[in-house]
């Protein structure tokens, strides 16, 4: 009994310790609180797979991947964690996305691979003419391949020639 107390106590000092947040403030710029909506954008891995996305719970050692499908799927946040292990700290949401299954998010990494929509924060510099023009066309090549509805396209369009 002692040797299983003692080998707790060694593995729980490589464990991740993690402290529950109300809210957090993301590196592009947004307050997320539980409760929250996020929206995905696209997987960054091979074939539109979510890297920074992945099955969480019981069935988190599962190397399913998830896939493309999930682009543009709103999914709520349930928890909001600050984790720590072996010095680093990273925060991690978990979500849902109406169904059974949880998710977890790696919210920074997701934002600086646009595995979520909201990854770029928006800049107040005026825009020049060429770079409106390549923006139209990227917005354009989004909503052809189904990344943005053509709601989104039309009020991207707008603020752009604003």
Known sequence: MKKIILLLLLVSGFVNAQENLKEYVASNGITYKVG???LLGRGSG????????????WMAGSSTQIGSAYSGLNV???KIKKQKFKGAEKIVFTVGG???TNYSLEIEEAIGSCEIKDCNTQSNAPV???DKYDQLKKLKALLADGTLTQEEY?????????
């Open 98 to 100: 109406g169904n059974i």
């Open 46 to 57: 091979g074939q539109g797979t979510f890297v920074y996305l992945k099955i969480a719970g």
């Open 128 to 130: 020049s003419q060429t």
């Open 36 to 38: 929250d909506m996020v």
């Open 76 to 78: 709520e946040i349930k």
């Open 154 to 162: 039309e009020a991207e369009k707008k603020k752009l020639l604003n």
